[in-house]
């Protein structure tokens, strides 16, 4: 999850292209989609050029109701609630570290139950239908010892 909302108030919109262009870079093969408020960054001619040149879907919500975009909301509620509250930072740097350090879980150990119980990371690598058989196979081998164990007793 790629918040910028957090940032609309400061960040320009040719900082929002340079992030964009990271996870590009990143993840070549994946198409973003932005959601985004009518801030002023996201409505710039400039970026709305980019954004077409860059063949990247652009989701505006309603400004000022937050309740229409309910997924970064819930991601800032997830941020506060598992990493900020439980590790109370002493500073700023520290709060830092321990956001990095979440959003590397999130993405890539914490289990989602919208995309099946696996990684972000592992859905947009395409891991999704390994990961399942191996699940089913693993299952399989436990209802077999459990038979087994069932005929024996």
């Known amino acids: 999850m790629l918040s910028l909302s957090k940032y609309r108030e400061t960040m320009k919109e040719t900082e929002v292209e340079i992030i964009l262009e990271r996870a590009k870079e990143k993840y070549p093969d994946?198409?973003?989609r932005i959601i985004?408020?009518?801030g002023p960054q996201f409505i710039a001619?400039?970026?709305k050029d980019y954004i077409r040149i860059g063949g990247t879907a652009h989701v505006k919500t309603a400004p000022f109701y937050p309740q229409s975009?309910?997924?970064i909301e819930r991601w800032h509620k997830t941020i506060k609630q598992?990493?900020?509250h439980p590790y109370c930072p002493v500073n700023l740097q520290d709060?830092?570290?321990i956001v990095d350090e979440f959003v590397v879980h999130y993405n890539t150990k914490r289990l989602h139950s919208a995309i099946g119980y696996i990684a972000p990371q592992d859905k947009l690598l395409g891991r999704k239908k390994e990961i399942f058989l191996e699940r089913d196979?693993?299952?399989s081998e436990a209802r077999q010892r459990r038979a087994a164990k069932?005929?024996?007793a």
């Open 30 to 32: 994946v198409k973003p």
């Open 36 to 38: 985004s408020d009518n």
């Open 45 to 47: 001619k400039d970026f």
């Open 69 to 71: 975009n309910g997924k």
């Open 82 to 84: 598992e990493s900020i």
């Open 95 to 97: 709060a830092r570290r």
């Open 137 to 139: 196979r693993k299952l």
């Open 150 to 152: 069932r005929k024996i």
